[in-house]
């Protein structure tokens, strides 16, 4: 027996428990099922056929012997023997095609299962995956989708196979010897029972090594890492360390003595009650025989047949369980399926008029969602999501960014730049008022119409581990070498990726090609050069870079922002000096609003923020 079936024999008395699916589950799960349903007819046509045959050959094994009892000619033996080995041959090809059919139903439905779970997450608004766990969506795509293909590509047909199998065999065993039969399932219990109760340990000590297992891995995968091993190693821990992961170490070897203790005993019992239904065969079947009730082939049947009788027992007493666990994979897919994005195109998309792009706030109130709007509870791994609305964080926001012009956004930490520069790029929706590019409210556009206009450079400058070509022409695809050696150089990076071991083609990102912090900038910007949006929103990274790199930086930055319209969150000294407005930004209200010099002679918050941000800085104006 398998992992799964053993898991399934261990679940028989949970089982109750599974019964409650969601309604219409079965039917969602059969609609992705009966797009196959030519392939799936054929191949249950070819498994009931399979399992047909496998009562034919004791059949014909008992004429051989009454061929023998009755001294015939030899030709009607050879014969037989002949069509045995014809018969098995059948088999084999039957079980060939059965195999293949299977296998690319199951392969089907896993491709069908895993492109729409993929589509449909991306399409998740950032929220989500602010609050999901990556660990458990990147289940959600590999463990639940195999189980769901479990049900199409095994259990399903099993059961089909079983049930053909077991009603064959029980005619013939009957019309052969309704004694021996009888006897023969008088013994079953006597192994069902403790079967159960030994598929409960095993699963149970399964799960025990799975989840020790995992824990193995997470403790390697985390101290293994580079920061990981160092904290380790700046706070002497590796003598608790190797204890900790010895203890798990030895929790596995437990498991694994005692997975195949059992599992050994399940085999002998069902050895055992074979052999104990043998010798009822040849018992009885022997004293019918020499009692004139049987002939002697008919004995030979039935010891063969029994054989074939056990096997598809068990698997149906199984089958059902599988089924639930397998349509439980189905919820599970289908639960995300059905998580509604909370950010979606309008049916008729206005375009923004083309042209420099001007920005306006009008009266913009914001809260983040609450968690049970964007999310699942089992992919935060709580038992319930939290309803609570959570607190407003931008409050009656009114300004407007003209094409062309540059403003910047300062406060505090935590007094909601960051979130007024994702409303720009429609990452969440306003829950008040509106933001208009070019007049156009922004849930009225397509987001493809937004992010061709407005480019974002974040913080973390971000990079996929792939080649610095790819992302460079992230979106962009179709813009050749010459211009991206154009635009590294306009972000002064043509001299540093030239000097890398592949040029364009190096791959960078998490453990690529490593990358100071100042190229990583700049490759940003370059990313948004290419680009080419008209408005830009730059979050200006805080990490102070040396003189070489901070010179390369702020040039990269003057082509990006030249002749855009800017809305930054600054850090710089210069970005602020320049800026045609600025905003200061408290409590997600704007406090202030001015040029570099009306608010220092204002000499508030503004003037406050300049002595202990801006002010240390190089380049400093003389004040
Ligand atoms: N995803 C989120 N869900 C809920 N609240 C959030 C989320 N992101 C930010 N906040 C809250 O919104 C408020 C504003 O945060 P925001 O990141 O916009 O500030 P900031 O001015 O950009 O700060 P910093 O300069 O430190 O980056 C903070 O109180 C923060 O806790």
Redesign the pocket.
């Known amino acids: 027996m398998n992992h799964a079936g053993w898991a399934a024999l261990g679940k028989l008395r949970q089982s109750k428990d599974q019964e409650s699916l969601k309604p219409g589950t079965i039917a969602r799960a059969w609609s992705f099922i009966a797009r196959y349903r030519t392939r799936l007819t054929l191949y249950l046509i070819v498994s009931a056929l399979g399992a047909v045959l496998t009562v034919v050959s004791p059949i014909l094994a008992g004429d051989v012997v009454n061929a023998i009892v009755a001294e015939s000619d030899v030709s009607v033996v050879i014969n037989l023997a002949l069509l045995i080995a014809a018969v098995a041959l059948l088999e084999a090809l039957l079980n060939v095609i059965s195999r293949w059919q299977s296998a690319s139903l199951g392969e089907r439905t896993i491709f069908d299962l895993r492109t729409s779970v993929f589509d449909h997450v991306q399409k998740m608004p950032?929220?989500f995956f602010?609050?999901a766990r990556t660990g458990a969506l990147v289940s959600r795509l590999n463990n639940d989708v195999i189980g769901a293909q479990t049900a199409i590509a095994r259990t399903l047909p099993t059961v089909v196979m079983n049930i053909v199998t077991l009603g064959v065999t029980l005619v013939v065993m009957f019309t052969t010897s309704w004694q021996i039969t009888l006897v023969a399932l008088l013994l079953l219990p006597i192994f069902l029972f403790p079967a159960r109760s030994i598929g409960h340990r095993i699963a149970g000590q399964t799960r025990e090594r799975a989840t020790r297992n995992a824990a193995m891995g997470d403790q390697m995968t985390e101290r293994f890492s580079a920061p990981g091993a160092t904290l380790v190693k700046l706070f002497g821990e590796q003598r608790h360390e190797s204890q900790v992961f010895s203890d798990r170490a030895d929790g596995v070897r437990e498991s694994g003595v005692r997975i195949s203790v059992w599992t050994s005993v399940f085999m002998t019992m069902l050895t055992l009650v074979s052999s104990l239904a043998l010798a009822a065969v040849y018992g009885i079947g022997g004293y019918q025989a020499i009692t004139g009730g049987l002939n002697a082939g008919d004995v030979v049947t039935m010891a063969l047949l029994l054989t074939r009788l056990y096997a598809p027992l068990t698997g149906l007493a199984t089958a059902r369980v599988e089924l639930m666990s397998a349509l439980v994979s189905f919820e599970r897919i289908f639960e995300v399926l059905d998580l509604q994005p909370m950010i979606k195109d309008p049916a008729n998309p206005k375009t923004i008029p083309t042209g420099g792009v001007r920005i306006q706030f009008h009266d913009v109130d914001f809260?983040?969602?609450a968690a049970s709007e964007v999310s699942l509870a089992s992919l935060e791994e709580v038992a319930v999501l939290d309803s609570r609305e959570?607190?407003q964080?931008?409050h009656d926001l009114n300004f407007t960014v003209e094409p062309g012009q540059t403003v910047a956004?300062v406060?505090?930490?935590?007094?909601?730049?960051?979130?007024?520069?994702?409303l720009v790029t429609r990452l969440y929706d306003v829950t008040g008022g509106a933001i208009t590019l070019n007049d156009v409210d922004l849930r009225d556009a397509a987001a493809q119409d937004i992010h061709n206009r407005v480019g974002m450079v974040t913080?973390d400058s971000h990079l996929f581990h792939t080649s610095i070509r790819e992302n460079l022409t992230l979106g962009h695809r179709e813009v050749d070498d010459e211009r991206i050696w154009q635009i590294l150089d306009h972000a002064r990076l043509a001299e540093v990726v030239r000097h890398m071991p592949d040029g364009l083609d190096t791959v960078v990102g998490e453990r690529g090609y490593r990358l100071s912090g100042g190229e990583r900038q700049r490759l940003a910007i370059a990313r948004l050069l290419i680009a080419a949006p008209e408005a830009v929103i730059l979050?200006e990274a805080?990490a102070s870079l040396d003189s070489t790199n901070e010179a390369a930086v702020q040039q990269a930055l003057d082509q990006a922002l030249e002749e855009r319209t800017a809305l930054v969150?600054a850090h710089r000294l210069s970005t602020v000096v320049n800026a045609d407005e600025i905003l200061v930004?408290e409590d997600?209200r704007i406090y202030e609003r001015g040029t570099h010099d009306e608010l220092l002679a204002a000499n508030g918050r503004y003037a406050e923020l300049y002595s202990t941000q801006f002010r240390q800085q190089p380049h400093a104006r003389g004040e």
């Not at 406060?411 to 994702?422: D, H, L, Q, R």
């Open positions: 950032v929220a602010t609050r809260r983040y969602p959570s607190e964080v931008l956004l406060g505090s930490s935590g007094a909601g730049k960051s979130t007024i520069a994702n913080q979050d805080t969150i930004i997600g």
